[in-house]
């Protein structure tokens, strides 16, 4: 059985922030978290939260594009991996579906604060810092609606390589 409450932070924070004000509000345990316009597949808590039975620490679950139109999921393809070009010893996981226990979120001083995107891509890189080697779970899967169109596409590319790559000297 699992036990769940939903909770969500909006604030002028920014992502970062409010993801640490969601999480420091969530009970001791496991958190599992997925992006604000995702959508968890059916089973995805399940998939997200099994390994925890055996002591994992964190999940990487994935996440595949939605949208319907054939050029957003194409778009979608070119911004995220597929689970066959994952290599589970070096995947770090999206904010779009992961979980982790609190203690681990402790122990690395949450998601870095202050950035506009990547901070779940700086936060999984701590983690690894930290010795926390997170459990692959493809079966953990989110869909998300792609970008709208090249613009926005390489609009988004840029903002979260930029970003993750100032925030990581």
Known sequence: SIG???GGAEGTGGCPT???VAMAAGRDGVIACTDAGCMPEPGWLEQITAPFAT???GVAGMSRPAGGHPARIAMGLALMPVPEEVNPEHFIPGGASQ?????AWQRVSGF???MQAGEDTI???RMRSAGYRPVFRPKAMVSWV???GLADMTRKAFRDRLSTRLHSR
């Open 99 to 103: 979980a982790f226990r609190k203690s």
């Open 18 to 20: 409010n993801r640490n």
């Open 146 to 148: 792609s970008p709208g």
């Open 112 to 114: 870095p604060e202050g």
């Open 4 to 6: 769940a409450a939903l």
């Open 123 to 125: 936060f999984g890189r």
């Open 55 to 57: 002591g994992a620490d």
